[in-house]
């Protein structure tokens, strides 16, 4: 079952002034349930279906520099941080699938200074 | 005589001795049985990753994991590697595994020279008090990990 709705997300390069040549932090945070398909609902007494993302993919400009496969053990409204340094200007995109096929994409643009 | 009482009192005693034993396995049955889709040991995961190579103990991998996690759920992990990232040269994967989970396996982190730093953070969930472990490929193929404790005061892997 593809959901359509975008879920929420957010891309946060730190620190905020940066020139190009710079190593940054790229923090990529969506908010995602996160489901380990073991735990109960409280309101129905069934067990929720395992619902987790799989599969992520940073890329610049459209050549990816990151990929991660993630299981069903990292938390829920998952937080995941890598470095990257920055060649000069363009677009982080980055690419986040999950086990029931969901597919979303987040983007921003890298303006380095000086 | 005494070879025939003998032999009835050892059977007497084995019986005694493998009952609670039958019971204890059939306790034990249930609890192993609660299953998720992805269920994997420490040891089958770092197989499966290494492909059977030794993994050395390294000081390169700097890992900062809060010593008692008050929230099973919520676990920041943060994972450096003091490693050049050169043409060919570099930190190629970060892996981050867990001892005790149903699942050892958090995240696999495939890097590129473009990343500048061996660097990964996130946030896992913890099932108990178990260890962490960063497992860290170089693109030389070989590997080196570092692992820390956790207390865990409230498990998170519900």
Same mark, same amino acid.
């Given at each position: ?7 929420? +997300? ?64 990292? +938390?829920? =409204?998952?937080?995941?941080?890598? =470095? ?14 999950? =086990?029931?096929?969901?597919?979303? +994409? ?9 | ?18 009952? #609670? ?6 306790? !034990?049955?249930? @609890?192993?049985?609660?299953?998720? #889709? ?12 290494? %492909?059977?190579?030794?993994?050395? !103990? ?7 994991? #809060?010593?008692?996690?008050?929230? %099973? ?51 896992? @969930? ?14 030389? %193929?070989?590997?080196?990990?570092? %692992?820390?404790?956790? @207390? ?7």
């Amino acid at each position: 079952m593809a959901e359509t709705e975008a879920r929420k +997300s957010m891309i946060k390069i730190k620190p905020k002034k940066y020139k190009a040549g710079d190593i940054v932090k790229v923090d990529f945070i969506v908010i995602h349930p996160m489901d380990t398909g073991m735990k109960k609902d409280k309101k129905t007494g069934e067990v929720k279906p395992a619902h987790y993302i799989d599969n992520i993919t940073f890329s610049f400009d459209g050549k990816p520099f990151t990929t991660m496969k993630v299981w069903e053990t990292v +938390s829920t =409204n998952p937080y995941f941080s890598v =470095n990257f340094k920055v060649p000069g200007k363009g677009k982080i995109t980055v690419d986040y699938t999950d =086990n029931t096929g969901e597919k979303n +994409s987040k983007s921003k643009k890298l303006k380095p200074k000086g | 005589m005494k070879r025939r009482s003998f032999m009835k009192s050892m059977m007497a005693a084995s019986a005694v001795a493998a009952a #609670p034993m039958a019971l204890m396995a059939k306790e !034990d049955a249930p @609890k192993a049985k609660k299953k998720g #889709p992805n269920d994997m040991t420490y040891d089958a995961a770092v197989a499966a990753i290494t %492909g059977g190579k030794e993994v050395k !103990d390294s000081d390169k991998i700097k890992l900062t994991v #809060p010593e008692i996690a008050e929230n %099973g759920a919520v676990v920041p992990v943060k994972v450096e590697v003091d490693h050049p990232m050169e043409e060919n040269n570099y930190v190629k994967a970060i892996h981050i595994l867990n001892t005790k989970n149903g699942n050892a396996r958090c995240a696999d982190v495939m890097l590129t020279p473009a990343n500048g730093k061996g660097y990964f953070a996130t946030r896992v @969930k913890l099932g108990g008090t178990q260890e962490v472990v960063g497992l860290v490929e170089l693109s030389d %193929g070989t590997f080196i990990k570092a %692992g820390k404790s956790i @207390k865990v005061t409230i498990g998170g892997c519900g």
